[in-house]
C-alpha cells in the first residue's frame, strides 16, 4: 500500500513540476560536472519565461 502511494506521489510531483529541479540537478551532476548549477531561483525563472515566452496559441 504504501509503494503505492509513494509511486503515485512521485508522478504527481513530475507532472506538476514540482520535481523538475531535483531531476535538472541529478542531470547536471551526471553530464556537466565542470559547471556550476542554477541555483533554485534561477533555474524556476529560466523554466518560466522558456514556459511562457512567445506566441502559445493556435490563431
Do not use: V
Request: glycine content about 4%.
Amino acid at each position: 500500500m504504501f509503494s503505492k502511494f509513494k509511486i503515485f506521489w512521485r508522478m504527481l510531483r513530475r507532472l506538476s513540476g514540482d520535481d523538475a529541479y531535483e531531476r535538472y540537478l541529478r542531470h547536471h551532476a551526471a553530464h556537466h560536472q565542470d559547471e556550476t548549477p542554477l541555483s533554485k531561483a534561477a533555474f524556476f525563472k529560466q523554466w518560466q519565461d522558456e514556459k511562457w515566452n512567445g506566441i502559445k496559441r493556435c490563431c
